[in-house]
Protein backbone atom coordinates (compact mmCIF):
# COMPACT_ATOMS: atom_id res chain seq x y z
CA UNK A 1 0.00 0.00 0.00
CA UNK A 2 1.67 3.80 -0.94
CA UNK A 3 0.58 6.94 0.19
CA UNK A 4 -2.85 8.33 1.62
CA UNK A 5 -4.67 10.48 -0.86
CA UNK A 6 -3.45 13.93 -0.69
CA UNK A 7 -5.51 16.37 1.59
CA UNK A 8 -8.24 18.57 -0.26
CA UNK A 9 -6.51 22.21 -1.37
CA UNK A 10 -7.80 25.54 0.06
CA UNK A 11 -9.28 26.66 -3.25
CA UNK A 12 -11.96 23.92 -4.81
CA UNK A 13 -11.22 23.26 -8.42
CA UNK A 14 -13.53 24.62 -11.06
CA UNK A 15 -14.32 20.43 -11.76
CA UNK A 16 -14.99 17.68 -9.28
CA UNK A 17 -12.21 14.94 -9.18
CA UNK A 18 -12.53 11.64 -8.94
CA UNK A 19 -12.07 10.06 -5.74
CA UNK A 20 -8.47 9.92 -5.07
CA UNK A 21 -8.14 6.12 -3.80
CA UNK A 22 -5.33 4.62 -2.13
CA UNK A 23 -3.28 2.30 -4.62
CA UNK A 24 -3.45 -0.73 -3.88
CA UNK A 25 -1.59 -3.36 -5.92
CA UNK A 26 -2.57 -7.18 -6.87
CA UNK A 27 0.80 -9.50 -6.94
CA UNK A 28 0.14 -10.79 -10.19
CA UNK A 29 1.71 -8.46 -12.73
CA UNK A 30 -0.26 -8.74 -15.48
CA UNK A 31 -4.09 -8.36 -13.98
CA UNK A 32 -2.63 -5.30 -12.22
CA UNK A 33 -1.03 -3.94 -15.65
CA UNK A 34 -4.56 -4.83 -16.81
CA UNK A 35 -6.40 -2.32 -13.97
CA UNK A 36 -3.95 0.09 -14.55
CA UNK A 37 -4.60 0.21 -18.54
CA UNK A 38 -8.32 0.14 -17.54
CA UNK A 39 -8.28 3.33 -15.21
CA UNK A 40 -6.09 5.09 -17.79
CA UNK A 41 -8.43 4.91 -20.36
CA UNK A 42 -11.35 6.22 -18.23
CA UNK A 43 -9.15 8.74 -16.71
CA UNK A 44 -8.02 9.74 -20.31
CA UNK A 45 -11.57 10.18 -21.23
CA UNK A 46 -12.42 12.35 -18.28
CA UNK A 47 -9.90 14.70 -19.47
CA UNK A 48 -10.83 14.91 -22.69
CA UNK A 49 -14.27 15.84 -21.67
CA UNK A 50 -12.90 18.29 -19.13
CA UNK A 51 -11.28 19.89 -21.63
CA UNK A 52 -13.78 19.93 -24.15
CA UNK A 53 -16.41 21.38 -21.58
CA UNK A 54 -14.15 24.19 -20.66
CA UNK A 55 -13.66 25.23 -24.23
CA UNK A 56 -17.74 25.04 -25.03
CA UNK A 57 -18.58 26.37 -22.23
CA UNK A 58 -16.56 29.72 -22.47
CA UNK A 59 -17.98 29.80 -26.03
CA UNK A 60 -21.47 29.38 -24.89
CA UNK A 61 -21.13 32.05 -21.87
CA UNK A 62 -19.72 34.75 -24.30
CA UNK A 63 -22.96 33.75 -27.38
CA UNK A 64 -25.38 33.42 -24.27
CA UNK A 65 -24.30 36.84 -23.06
CA UNK A 66 -24.10 38.69 -25.76
CA UNK A 67 -27.43 38.29 -26.66
CA UNK A 68 -28.68 38.90 -23.15
CA UNK A 69 -26.80 42.57 -23.86
CA UNK A 70 -27.42 43.19 -27.22
CA UNK A 71 -31.28 42.72 -26.52
CA UNK A 72 -31.00 45.08 -23.53
CA UNK A 73 -29.31 47.77 -26.67
CA UNK A 74 -31.37 47.17 -28.86
CA UNK A 75 -34.73 47.61 -26.59
CA UNK A 76 -32.95 50.81 -24.91
CA UNK A 77 -32.01 52.01 -28.19
CA UNK A 78 -35.19 54.05 -29.27
CA UNK A 79 -35.83 55.53 -26.20
CA UNK A 80 -32.53 57.08 -25.78
CA UNK A 81 -32.70 58.40 -29.02
CA UNK A 82 -36.49 59.49 -28.65
CA UNK A 83 -35.17 61.75 -25.87
CA UNK A 84 -32.36 63.76 -27.98
CA UNK A 85 -33.57 67.36 -29.24
CA UNK A 86 -35.13 67.17 -32.31
CA UNK A 87 -32.39 69.68 -33.84
CA UNK A 88 -30.06 66.67 -33.80
CA UNK A 89 -32.15 64.63 -35.96
CA UNK A 90 -31.17 61.58 -33.69
CA UNK A 91 -34.36 60.09 -35.26
CA UNK A 92 -32.73 58.19 -38.37
CA UNK A 93 -30.59 56.37 -35.73
CA UNK A 94 -33.71 54.24 -34.37
CA UNK A 95 -33.00 51.91 -37.12
CA UNK A 96 -30.11 50.62 -35.09
CA UNK A 97 -32.04 48.99 -32.92
CA UNK A 98 -33.20 46.25 -35.45
CA UNK A 99 -29.34 46.06 -36.32
CA UNK A 100 -28.54 45.53 -33.02
CA UNK A 101 -31.19 42.97 -32.22
CA UNK A 102 -30.42 40.74 -35.69
CA UNK A 103 -26.73 40.38 -34.31
CA UNK A 104 -27.88 39.48 -30.87
CA UNK A 105 -30.20 37.16 -32.69
CA UNK A 106 -26.99 36.09 -34.90
CA UNK A 107 -25.07 34.87 -31.21
CA UNK A 108 -28.06 32.45 -30.80
CA UNK A 109 -28.09 31.10 -34.12
CA UNK A 110 -24.14 30.49 -33.59
CA UNK A 111 -24.33 28.96 -30.22
CA UNK A 112 -27.37 26.40 -31.69
CA UNK A 113 -25.33 25.75 -34.92
CA UNK A 114 -22.42 24.78 -33.31
CA UNK A 115 -23.46 23.01 -29.89
CA UNK A 116 -21.84 25.30 -27.42
CA UNK A 117 -24.40 25.39 -25.01
CA UNK A 118 -26.08 22.07 -25.57
CA UNK A 119 -22.17 20.52 -25.60
CA UNK A 120 -21.32 22.25 -22.81
CA UNK A 121 -24.37 20.01 -20.59
CA UNK A 122 -23.69 17.18 -22.79
CA UNK A 123 -20.35 16.91 -21.88
CA UNK A 124 -21.20 17.59 -18.02
CA UNK A 125 -23.54 14.60 -18.18
CA UNK A 126 -20.62 12.42 -19.49
CA UNK A 127 -17.85 13.92 -17.45
CA UNK A 128 -20.23 12.84 -14.38
CA UNK A 129 -20.60 9.45 -16.04
CA UNK A 130 -17.36 8.61 -16.29
CA UNK A 131 -16.02 9.95 -13.00
CA UNK A 132 -18.78 7.84 -11.24
CA UNK A 133 -17.56 4.65 -13.24
CA UNK A 134 -14.15 5.34 -12.36
CA UNK A 135 -14.86 5.77 -8.77
CA UNK A 136 -16.82 2.52 -8.52
CA UNK A 137 -14.41 0.54 -10.22
CA UNK A 138 -11.76 1.97 -7.87
CA UNK A 139 -13.39 1.14 -4.61
CA UNK A 140 -14.47 -2.12 -5.81
CA UNK A 141 -10.86 -3.45 -6.77
CA UNK A 142 -9.64 -1.86 -3.59
CA UNK A 143 -11.99 -3.89 -1.50
CA UNK A 144 -11.81 -7.34 -2.89
CA UNK A 145 -8.05 -6.57 -2.90
CA UNK A 146 -8.28 -5.96 1.02
CA UNK A 147 -10.63 -9.11 1.32
CA UNK A 148 -7.90 -11.28 -0.34
CA UNK A 149 -5.00 -9.97 1.83
CA UNK A 150 -7.11 -10.94 4.95
CA UNK A 151 -8.72 -14.27 3.52
CA UNK A 152 -6.58 -15.80 0.51
CA UNK A 153 -9.07 -17.95 -0.54
CA UNK A 154 -11.84 -15.67 -1.42
CA UNK A 155 -9.36 -14.48 -4.49
CA UNK A 156 -11.48 -14.97 -7.70
CA UNK A 157 -9.78 -13.98 -10.85
CA UNK A 158 -13.10 -14.34 -12.72
CA UNK A 159 -14.76 -11.59 -10.51
CA UNK A 160 -11.76 -9.65 -10.87
CA UNK A 161 -11.87 -9.97 -14.55
CA UNK A 162 -15.56 -9.14 -15.16
CA UNK A 163 -15.32 -6.30 -12.90
CA UNK A 164 -12.47 -4.66 -15.55
CA UNK A 165 -14.32 -5.89 -18.20
CA UNK A 166 -17.88 -4.64 -17.13
CA UNK A 167 -16.09 -0.77 -16.62
CA UNK A 168 -14.31 -0.88 -19.81
CA UNK A 169 -17.72 -1.78 -21.30
CA UNK A 170 -19.51 1.14 -19.31
CA UNK A 171 -16.70 3.70 -20.77
CA UNK A 172 -17.28 2.91 -23.73
CA UNK A 173 -20.92 2.78 -23.93
CA UNK A 174 -21.03 6.31 -22.25
CA UNK A 175 -18.73 7.45 -25.05
CA UNK A 176 -20.82 5.91 -27.76
CA UNK A 177 -23.85 7.36 -26.73
CA UNK A 178 -22.73 11.43 -26.18
CA UNK A 179 -21.38 10.58 -29.81
CA UNK A 180 -24.70 9.68 -31.18
CA UNK A 181 -25.90 12.47 -28.91
CA UNK A 182 -24.18 15.01 -30.82
CA UNK A 183 -24.38 13.66 -34.62
CA UNK A 184 -28.32 13.42 -34.04
CA UNK A 185 -27.87 17.36 -32.68
CA UNK A 186 -25.91 18.16 -35.23
CA UNK A 187 -27.95 16.81 -37.87
CA UNK A 188 -31.28 18.69 -36.74
CA UNK A 189 -29.06 21.83 -36.64
CA UNK A 190 -28.26 21.63 -40.19
CA UNK A 191 -31.79 20.61 -41.11
CA UNK A 192 -33.13 23.96 -39.38
CA UNK A 193 -30.46 25.90 -41.06
CA UNK A 194 -31.70 24.36 -43.99
CA UNK A 195 -35.19 25.01 -43.86
CA UNK A 196 -34.68 28.76 -42.75
CA UNK A 197 -32.70 29.18 -45.98
CA UNK A 198 -35.50 27.97 -47.96
CA UNK A 199 -37.73 29.85 -46.01
CA UNK A 200 -35.52 32.97 -46.71
CA UNK A 201 -35.66 32.49 -50.42
CA UNK A 202 -39.20 32.30 -50.99
CA UNK A 203 -39.83 34.97 -48.91
CA UNK A 204 -36.99 36.91 -50.83
CA UNK A 205 -38.44 35.94 -54.07
CA UNK A 206 -42.15 36.87 -53.31
CA UNK A 207 -41.36 40.36 -51.37
CA UNK A 208 -42.03 43.09 -53.43
CA UNK A 209 -38.89 44.86 -54.51
CA UNK A 210 -38.88 48.51 -53.13
CA UNK A 211 -38.20 51.60 -56.39
CA UNK A 212 -35.55 53.73 -55.42
CA UNK A 213 -35.69 57.36 -55.98
CA UNK A 214 -34.54 58.58 -58.99
CA UNK A 215 -35.10 62.06 -59.15
CA UNK A 216 -34.03 65.09 -56.85
CA UNK A 217 -35.08 68.10 -55.93
CA UNK A 218 -34.10 71.73 -55.21
CA UNK A 219 -35.22 74.57 -53.18
CA UNK A 220 -33.78 78.31 -54.49
CA UNK A 221 -33.49 81.27 -52.06
CA UNK A 222 -33.11 84.52 -53.57
CA UNK A 223 -32.26 87.07 -50.80
CA UNK A 224 -32.27 90.05 -52.56
CA UNK A 225 -35.56 89.55 -54.35
CA UNK A 226 -36.88 92.99 -53.29
CA UNK A 227 -34.34 94.85 -54.50
CA UNK A 228 -34.85 93.43 -58.12
CA UNK A 229 -36.76 95.30 -60.87
CA UNK A 230 -40.70 94.47 -60.59
CA UNK A 231 -39.87 91.96 -58.39
CA UNK A 232 -38.65 89.35 -61.23
CA UNK A 233 -35.97 86.85 -61.99
CA UNK A 234 -35.43 83.89 -64.51
CA UNK A 235 -33.79 80.60 -63.51
CA UNK A 236 -31.74 78.40 -65.25
CA UNK A 237 -31.26 74.43 -63.83
CA UNK A 238 -28.84 72.27 -66.02
CA UNK A 239 -30.80 73.01 -69.73
CA UNK A 240 -34.20 73.86 -68.41
CA UNK A 241 -34.79 77.74 -68.01
CA UNK A 242 -38.25 78.95 -66.35
CA UNK A 243 -39.18 82.17 -65.23
CA UNK A 244 -40.45 85.22 -64.22
CA UNK A 245 -40.48 84.35 -60.92
CA UNK A 246 -41.38 86.85 -57.99
CA UNK A 247 -41.20 84.53 -55.17
CA UNK A 248 -37.95 84.29 -52.79
CA UNK A 249 -38.23 81.00 -52.63
CA UNK A 250 -38.53 79.05 -55.49
CA UNK A 251 -38.63 75.07 -55.51
CA UNK A 252 -38.38 72.41 -58.37
CA UNK A 253 -38.82 69.03 -58.37
CA UNK A 254 -37.80 66.19 -60.79
CA UNK A 255 -34.76 67.11 -61.34
CA UNK A 256 -31.81 64.39 -62.59
CA UNK A 257 -29.22 63.61 -60.01
CA UNK A 258 -25.75 64.65 -60.16
CA UNK A 259 -24.07 68.31 -61.11
CA UNK A 260 -26.40 70.76 -62.63
CA UNK A 261 -25.65 74.22 -63.49
CA UNK A 262 -27.24 76.86 -61.49
CA UNK A 263 -27.91 80.27 -63.24
CA UNK A 264 -30.10 83.05 -62.07
CA UNK A 265 -30.68 86.08 -63.33
CA UNK A 266 -32.40 89.66 -63.50
CA UNK A 267 -32.61 93.29 -63.59
CA UNK A 268 -31.85 96.00 -60.76
CA UNK A 269 -32.39 99.33 -62.14
CA UNK A 270 -32.37 98.09 -65.37
CA UNK A 271 -28.94 97.08 -64.96
CA UNK A 272 -28.86 92.99 -65.45
CA UNK A 273 -27.73 91.56 -62.17
CA UNK A 274 -26.79 87.22 -62.11
CA UNK A 275 -25.74 84.45 -60.25
CA UNK A 276 -24.52 80.94 -60.89
CA UNK A 277 -23.49 78.21 -58.98
CA UNK A 278 -23.19 73.99 -59.65
CA UNK A 279 -25.06 72.33 -57.36
CA UNK A 280 -25.42 68.82 -56.64
CA UNK A 281 -28.85 66.80 -56.89
CA UNK A 282 -28.62 63.35 -55.06
CA UNK A 283 -31.82 61.00 -55.69
CA UNK A 284 -34.87 61.37 -52.89
CA UNK A 285 -33.36 64.39 -51.81
CA UNK A 286 -33.68 68.01 -51.96
CA UNK A 287 -30.48 70.60 -51.90
CA UNK A 288 -31.15 73.65 -50.73
CA UNK A 289 -29.05 76.92 -52.53
CA UNK A 290 -29.12 80.40 -51.52
CA UNK A 291 -28.15 82.93 -53.42
CA UNK A 292 -28.15 86.91 -54.02
CA UNK A 293 -27.91 88.95 -57.26
CA UNK A 294 -25.63 91.62 -57.61
Known sequence: MTALPKPAADKPSDNMQPMRSPAIDVPDPELQALYDAVVAKAQEAIDWYVARKNRHKRWALLLR??????AAVA????????????????????????????????CIALDRFFGFSGGWMRYVNALLDLQAQLDSLQFAWARRTLETRRDPERDNLQTRLDLL??????????????????????SGS?????????????????????????????????????????????????????????ESTKAFTS????????????????????AEDVVNIRPGETTAVTVVLG
Open 65 to 70: GSSVVL
Open 75 to 106: SVVPIAFSMFPETWNSTRWIPLASVIAAIGAG
Open 165 to 186: QLTLGAVNHSLKSETIEWMNRF
Open 190 to 246: LQELEKSLVAQRAASATAPVPLLPVHGALKLHVENVAALDERRYQVLVGDSESGPHT
Open 255 to 274: LPPGQLLLRVTGSRQGSPVS
